[in-house]
């Protein structure tokens, strides 16, 4: 097989798992939107319907589905999402029943800035692509999101979740997976928050071999790829003069070499097999990460690997992560499924686990990063908008 052909095969499986898997009942008040995980049938999640917004226009520009198939299923997606989909200030709640779009109450039912902020990333990559109408009800989906809310002025920082019961809690208190909040929290023309709540999160150096970059406290891999799957970084320094993208490479490449270091001497681990980032495990959802770690934090690196680690970073480490994939895809056929590579494997449980399903945000990074990867899409169109271009005026980021 050719060295890249796995990434075609696997974008096209993670592309069926967005649009196989979306309510497609164009009388459903859930149209369109998209499970968080296939295992089950019943909840949605705003970021699943985010990076499957994103997906569409991939497919079409793969041939996988015609544009007129895409457009009404991305019209009819923001629709439910504007006047469907139960939201406080513009916020979209975590979990949704895929049916009728209201909150899944069974658990994590408050609305959430991160999930929000990547369903409205994969709006604009839409709203850019199609233009007209669609652009018009993003634009309206965009708008409502009051970011005030979602300010605690007293630390200068985000709240990470919302309800009217118990107001604001959490705190984006450190570097992670939020960049695009700050970009289009400050840019918004109606509910805009100060620029200086840029300058709110903890900027933690660690080093891990020969690495030195920002890191977070469990050393997870998507919070140095989520952003950059929308904001192409390549370019760009902060307000700082901090190269995030060159700071996501180090993050990726000291992932790799924690694994092959290898310290608990775990037998999934090696120089292909890396990626540590959250995923389903043996004992469900965890998530594992590589060093530095925040002191008194120990993640829980057990043996489990998803591919979507390895294959979020291919436009950070190209050679290292299509190595990676090429492994999985040749020497663990366990582990591919109908939507591509399942979420993850773990050699060092008896007997062996594969996981029997896919996650949606997982599919979603993976996908994404490998179109960047390949094309620079969906870069090249959320750079595109208005919003996007005024927020970084205002934070000041600069191109090299």
């Known amino acids: 097989m050719a060295k890249t052909k796995v990434l075609d095969l696997e974008a096209k499986g993670c592309f069926d798992f967005f649009w196989n898997e979306a309510n497609s009942d164009s009388n459903s008040p859930g149209y369109g939107l998209i499970l968080d995980q296939s295992g089950n049938k019943k909840v949605a999640s705003s970021a699943s319907v985010g990076f499957g917004l994103a997906a569409i226009v991939i497919g079409i520009e793969r041939n996988w589905i015609t544009y007129d198939e895409g457009y009404v299923r991305a019209k009819g997606t923001l629709e439910t999402c504007l006047n469907n989909v139960e939201h406080d200030s513009g916020f979209l709640y975590h979990f949704l029943n895929i049916q009728t779009a ?104 660690g080093s891990y071999g020969p690495y030195e970059f920002i890191n ?110 090429n492994y999985f895809y040749e020497n663990h056929p366990q582990l591919w499924g109908e939507y591509g590579f399942q979420d993850a494997y773990n050699l060092d449980v008896e007997p062996e686990w594969y996981a029997n399903h896919v996650i949606g945000i997982d599919k979603g990074i993976t996908l994404l990063m490998i179109e960047n990867y390949q094309s620079g899409l969906i870069w090249d169109l959320y750079m595109k908008n208005k919003y996007v271009k005024k927020g970084i005026e205002l934070l000041n980021w600069k191109e090299k």
């Open 216 to 325: 977070s406290p469990g050393g997870a891999l998507f919070v140095h790829q989520f952003s950059h799957a929308f904001i192409d970084f390549r370019n760009l320094l902060d307000s700082d003069g901090i190269d995030w993208f060159a700071n996501s490479v180090k993050a990726s490449l000291a992932n790799r070499q924690y694994c092959i270091d290898n310290p608990n001497g775990l037998k999934t681990y090696h120089e292909n097999s890396w990626g540590l980032t959250a995923c389903a495990s043996p004992n469900g959802y965890i998530v594992p990460g590589g060093p530095p770690f925040y002191p008194n934090v120990t993640p829980p690196n057990e043996g489990t690997v998803p591919p979507a680690g390895a294959a979020g970073s291919i436009v950070f480490t190209p050679e290292e992560s299509i190595a990676a994939l």
């Open 102 to 205: 209201k909150k899944n109450e069974t658990f994590y039912d408050c609305a959430s800035i991160i999930d929000t902020t990547l369903f409205i990333n994969g709006a604009i990559v839409a709203a850019e692509y199609f233009g007209g109408e669609i652009k018009e009800l993003v634009d309206q989906l965009y708008t409502r999101m009051d970011w005030t809310v979602y300010y605690d002025k007293d630390v200068n920082q985000y709240y990470m979740g919302y309800t009217k019961e118990r107001g604001g809690f959490g705190h984006w208190d450190t570097y992670a997976e939020q960049m695009t909040q700050y970009v289009l929290g400050v840019a918004s023309p109606t509910h805009p928050v100060p620029v200086k709540i840029y300058e709110g999160f903890e900027r933690k150096v």
